[in-house]
């Protein structure tokens, strides 16, 4: 499905134009054509493959989807893959979005993902300036876009781990915040798989050798770079508290089982103790000078209730109950 | 064994022919013969060394087999090992492909793999266009094969994975989730085994400086690294979160554990603090005024009864019982 | 906020100037300005911005803060941003600072830091011999000030760390001591983004190509880079430390549980053996020879004695008790 | 210990020669000579650098033992270290094999090894061809052998882990299968010493720039270095499932502390109910029609067997007994 | 504190000189002076500064100490820092030696360090050959000295992790070993610290550029650097070999657990069963034939004998006891 499809010369929109008018416009050299697609069928791929005459293997890569993010230069236009990542309720969707660059045209195409690129394109229109460079601008506008997308997530997810790590240290190991480490660490894998090839990626688009259509904005791509290196050194590092966090979380399961374990001691004490003297008098021996004084039975219950009593104190005091 | 032998020239098939038949077409310069062995003896392979003159330690290699993937080149000619994985009931067995590419000749030989490439040959030829690229395309299509084929492994294993994981957090920490989360992570290590060392190895057939027969196929190469990279990711992934959830499922025992002896301690309560009170009235002291009144035995009972509903009530909403 | 302003010519100071003044001094070549700002407001950055023609990028990250580590050129001019890390009682705060540096000017602007520049100021100012280096050599000042602030940071985690172990191997494997772990791992995690990243910066400005402003001060700044490096060494360190001190605690409080139960078992069979004892005499046979003796009584007493008194010396001898 | 002495020349063995003779060989350029020592004394080496115009460096090496794999140029000649490795009972024993080779010289000294390298000698005499190759071929032999030789070192240690995870899934987790486990990771330790340092030394005896001796080999010494990483890569797998397997075998042994809870916890429950309703009718209470009612004592014991098969059958189906 | 100071020439010692005497000497272009200092105060390090022409930031990091190992270039001079490890009682401490170098003298600075140097200038001066390298050679064979004095350490701590295993499988998981093993660690650590950085800073003296002091001593360099890799290799093995102990302690220490958790729960079965039947026969039911019988008694302690005896051996064979 076309969302959108319009001409631009020296910086300026030149009109909404339909699919058929693109040759008439590309004919023109410095004008150049931004098309953006959504779940787009194949034949509406291969007509765009014969109109900017794209490298098979990227509209194949294209139509399979599940591509992992890449940057490839097919001759002189590029083709690029960029990982939408969306909540949908707790969970993570995964898009796609691939974007075929050359001089003259930049084709977006975006499947399974719910936010376009409306403001992306008119933020670019409302800049002409910049519009100048091209079409290497609006390839950098989409993937500034996309990245600065992966921020709210990885927010999210941060917020997501601070709230794990209150109910671990507020001594409430229960299995949900086990089950909910590992779903973390999933997520976070999720989006380590969209940032971290995209690095290696970018780095062609600045310093050294850079593309034709990158040439003018190495300062713009080393940007965006740097936005992912932060965004993957923050994963690295929300990932590494993950596991930490499930080591420690082991701990205090083990201290709890010891907390446990001592009180339900203490408990038996307090029980057993009793019990045994309980079991002393009735034992049926007939020289027992306690059984006959009136006050045996009242003493015995005392030195019950005197015995649990000190070892109440002693336990309390040992931190046992 | 010889599954298939052909001529190819100019990107069409001229004939099924024999091995002896052979030299006669690879003296045609555009030319090229591909021949298929299936679990060959020493003496197919010899003939095969003297026919197309393959270079003695590459023949050796193919002839011991247990070759780690590789991709080798002699001289013009390249010597490339791949791994075949396939499911045999519930176990992972590794075939091997070993692939001898000169300008002239494609000498595919496949060692204890069920499934041949038949429908590689047949999708070849009917692509003329792409065969005319000789057979450096041959060798391509091949290895894009293999590599497709390391796919619905993956899959497979993943979903081994939410398996296990569903299992677990449905808390049934049995010890058959930890063996199989040992065995998954010894299956994934096999498949990394295919995968890892050819990443490398693909990498000399695109970009900088390349052998002859891939020259003009260089795109298409750096598909298959571009699918190499992508599995050995995922590979990872699911490596990492294997190591997780065994450590995960470690947390989930010990948690057990605690319910378990918080259990036990709440029924120990249960039993043992009535059988003090029983032990109490079975003392002989002579005063027991308790004793004497009709109403002892069953105020006794209901003693009893009252401290555990009691106890009960509390260990219950302790989450105790 | 601007803290302070500056013009130097010739590795001495000229004047405190105003804003306004600027643009006057920097139109004589060999005087360059030193202005600091704290805080700013967007039109004090905009401002800036004009008169000394920085860059819109590095001007937008400025304005956003919250960015990494890192040295960037903009042609001829530096764009530097350090993280400032101070305790606020117990916890870290990360500000930061962003210096602009061109051939005549630098601008420091420091957001959410306490601590300011004035005393690398006033040490810059003593020394005009090295001032005479430019700006160059305030950048120096300031990016040394910044790394040797780090080092009582990392003393004050080691500390830390050390009195966590001495807890630990106190026996008194608390939750307070995994938490504290937890959180040490964390506090060293802030820390690490802050040097690590200003590593791989800083090598580009000693050695290989060099920006113009740091040609001469090379030495200068691969000392820096030492401190850096010296520094995210024994963070790594730290951290190591601080996993390995997370499971041998998890070592401990196992150790510490196999002691609970044997002592609980212990003192549980001091209890039992006697209640035995006691539930044989209380037996209602009518031949028990030893109910009749009058000793039956006081030598069950002594028995019972006797028994846990050889059990509670084995116990003490095998270290149950 | 002189163990081999022969000149070589055009492939072909000239005689088996003494010490003395060397010079006057080796004064023919087409001539070689390969001396084989084992454990030799430091005069002998003294004697060995006069002749062959060793350097000291290597001879210090030589003699002092206990050196790391490494293969060092100095000037033409190559000094290669290598270590041996064999059974000895269960134990491994690192004995360590030095090659000096030169132009017109191949001088190897084993120590501490009880294999020699007769059998390379007379493989190597039998293919003259190869031998052409002069003392570089020499070097390749001893070093495939050598590096062969772990193979069956590795297998050994695998069949060992296979033994190991049998024992630790067949519910026998005891404390000798920690001890195997941890004794096989400090064997593939000795293993991977051997290997590891060989992979990166010998890349430079193929590709890129390569010793004059070596020059004609690049092959063979590329498949020695095919070996050694498939060697390597193995050895990692193998110690990553033996970290995998001590964790995994740490989980099921919690899980078979569940086991034994939940076991003992049903048997003191068998116990301890009937326990208490005999403590119920021990009770001294004057009113108690039970007692009197002549079906008294069976209907108790009765009931208390009731029970008992009733909760026995429940802990059955629970799974805890 | 000046230990020694002395003037040489084409690799003889002329003469035991004073500091006032060095700049007569270091005119004479064929001669160098190799001075050593321990533990020198600020003066004594200023004047050597101005006698040598030190560079500023060496000498400040001279002063202040607690440097990481480095080898920097400034011009034509080296300045090299190396750490000093010697036991001191059960703990490690760490000294410093700075080396200054130029083409006509030595300065080596000790701190914290008892061991000197003396015996490394003895067999300098007996090697006049090798002396007539110039200071390079002194810098090699201090530097020589120190690398090897790691050895012995490396040594005793692999002597201190056997003892500790032997500790651990020999069925004492007792708190000394786990804090050895942390301790252990440390100490490994502060071992890494000093040879890790240097591996990287050796490989500038030898192979690629090499400065000018260096250039005919590359092999010896070389040498230095290969015992560094072998110590660093070591280092690295034994560490993680720290770690996999600390894991299989827990798990014998789960082990111990399960051993103790049968043994109590056997005892308690031995003790509980007996009293199950005493306070059966406690029971005050008239009509109980057993309590009338003259052998009641007798037959009721057998058969409590009887059942212990039977348990002890099931226990026994089923290894709980």
Redesign the interface.
């Known amino acids: 499905m076309i969302i959108n499809c319009a001409a631009y010369e020296n910086g300026h929109k030149l009109a909404d134009i339909s699919v058929e008018e693109i040759p008439a416009y590309i004919s023109r050299p410095a004008c150049f054509v931004w098309i953006a697609l959504k779940d787009p069928e194949t034949s509406e791929l291969e007509k765009m493959q014969q109109v900017f005459g794209l490298?098979e293997?990227a509209v194949e890569?294209a139509q399979h989807g599940h591509?992992?993010p890449?940057i490839?230069e097919?001759g002189e236009s590029l083709f690029v893959v960029l990982h939408m990542i969306e909540f949908a309720g707790d969970e993570l969707v995964v898009g796609e979005t691939e974007i075929f660059v050359g001089k003259q045209y930049v084709l977006s195409v975006r499947r399974q993902a719910q936010r376009g690129f409306v403001e992306v394109r008119q933020r670019c229109e409302r800049e002409p300036d910049l519009m100048k460079h091209g079409t290497g601008y609006v390839l950098y506008a989409l993937m500034d876009a996309v990245v600065d997308r992966y921020f709210p997530i990885l927010d999210a997810l941060e917020t997501n781990l601070e709230r794990i790590?209150e109910q671990i240290?507020a001594?409430q190991?229960?299995?949900a915040n086990?089950?909910d480490?590992?779903e973390l660490?999933?997520k976070l894998?999720v989006l380590k798989?969209a940032t971290e090839?995209l690095i290696e990626a970018i780095t062609r688009l600045f310093g050294g050798r850079v593309p034709q259509l990158c040439v003018s904005l190495q300062?713009?791509f080393?940007?965006v770079y740097?936005h992912l290196?932060?965004l993957n050194?923050s994963i690295d590092?929300l990932r590494?508290?993950v596991?930490?966090?499930?080591?420690?979380?082991?701990?205090?399961?083990?201290?709890?089982?010891?907390e446990?374990?001592?009180?339900?001691?203490s408990?038996?004490?307090l029980?057993?103790?009793?019990?045994?003297i309980?079991?002393?008098?009735?034992?049926?021996?007939?020289?027992?000078p306690?059984?006959?004084?009136?006050?045996?039975?009242p003493l015995?219950?005392i030195t019950?209730a005197v015995i649990d009593l000190y070892l109440f104190i002693r336990f309390r005091k040992a931190g046992w109950l």
Request: aromatic letters at 10%; hydrophobic letters at 35%; zero cysteines.
């Open positions: 490298h293997l890569d591509q992992r890449k490839e097919y790590e240290f001594n190991s229960s299995r086990i089950e480490l590992y660490k999933r894998t798989h090839p300062d713009y080393r940007d740097d290196i932060r050194q590092s590494d508290m596991v930490t966090a499930i080591s420690v979380n082991l701990s205090l399961i083990s201290i709890q089982e010891n446990i374990t001592k009180r339900l001691g408990y038996a004490a029980i057993t103790v009793p019990t045994l309980a079991g002393i008098y009735g034992m049926n021996f007939h020289n027992m306690e059984l006959d004084s009136p006050l045996g039975y015995a219950l019950m």
